[in-house]
């Protein structure tokens, strides 16, 4: 996988701006990424060292609209702390 495959986009709520004072990035990555693959993307392109990685499935809701029912997709989060001393400002962009 190549790391802009991985690494879908940064996730910008008002709780992962929260995280960033305990050193820890939200981004958005592909369903079938790993741990190590995650955080080897998230070093090449920062250029930043990664402390660990969690990830959470989040599955899609049912909802209705105009009387139509639909799935929205599936997603996976990656939540990356990096270790002492590195920062990513995710509002520059790459």
Not at 20 to 35: I, P, S, W, Y
Request: charged share 30%; glycine share 4%; net charge positive.
């Amino acid at each position: 996988m190549i790391n802009y495959d991985v690494i879908l986009s940064p996730v910008i709520t008002e709780k992962a701006t929260k995280l960033t004072e305990a050193n820890q990035v939200v981004f958005r990555v592909a369903l079938d990424a790993t741990k190590p693959k995650i955080a080897k993307a998230v070093e090449d392109l920062f250029k930043v060292k990664v402390k660990a990685v969690n990830t959470v499935r989040v599955k899609g809701k049912k909802k209705l609209f105009r009387g139509q029912k639909f799935k929205r997709t599936d997603i996976k989060k990656a939540i990356v702390t990096l270790q002492e001393g590195y920062q990513i400002d995710i509002t520059t962009g790459l």
